[in-house]
């Protein structure tokens, strides 16, 4: 392990505030944590460990950014839910907002609107210009692997 005055890797890093590896790398890619590549490994320097972003994080409770949710994981007013009719099949009946649908699988906002706007998923634009995301994209093989485990 790293001894004060030398950098560490991202995993020591981790160990060292308790917070999760890949967490500890987001930080870096989000530039959050000062970090240099050396050797494909990221080095970090033990100033580091004093950042207010990292004491933040490390004093939360396991498991505590899951439950609180972003305002873009916030779900939909429910007026603003469309309306199963003669446009929109029964089987079809059951949509999500793009936030909701970004909350239960591993894609982004970004990227399910792009992948909406690409036809890779079936979904629908509302008179307001928001995405709704079809219920059946969820039983896709492509998209079916990227659902988050509901345990």
């Not at 890093?13 to 500890?24: A, H, M, N, Q, W």
């Not at 970090?44 to 409770?61: F, G």
């Not at 305002?71 to 929109?88: C, D, I, V």
């Not at 970004?110 to 039983?139: F, M, S």
């Amino acid at each position: 392990m790293a001894t004060q005055d030398q950098a560490m890797t991202s995993k020591e890093f981790s160990i060292l505030t308790g917070i999760p590896v890949s967490t500890v790398t987001k930080l870096i890619r989000a530039g959050k944590i000062n970090a240099e590549k050396h050797a494909g490994k990221w080095m970090i320097a033990p100033s580091q460990l004093n950042l207010r972003a990292v004491q933040e994080i490390a004093q939360r409770k396991p498991g505590a950014e899951k439950q609180a949710p972003t305002p873009a994981q916030k779900e939909a007013p429910a007026q603003a839910r469309p309306e199963p009719g003669p446009t929109m099949p029964a089987v079809e009946a059951r949509t999500f907002s793009v936030a909701e649908f970004t909350a239960m699988t591993y894609l982004t906002e970004y990227g399910v609107t792009e992948w909406l706007k690409k036809g890779l998923l079936k979904g629908r634009q509302d008179e307001n210009g928001n995405w709704w995301v079809d219920a059946g994209n969820l039983d896709e093989p492509n998209i079916k692997r990227l659902v988050r485990d509901q345990t």
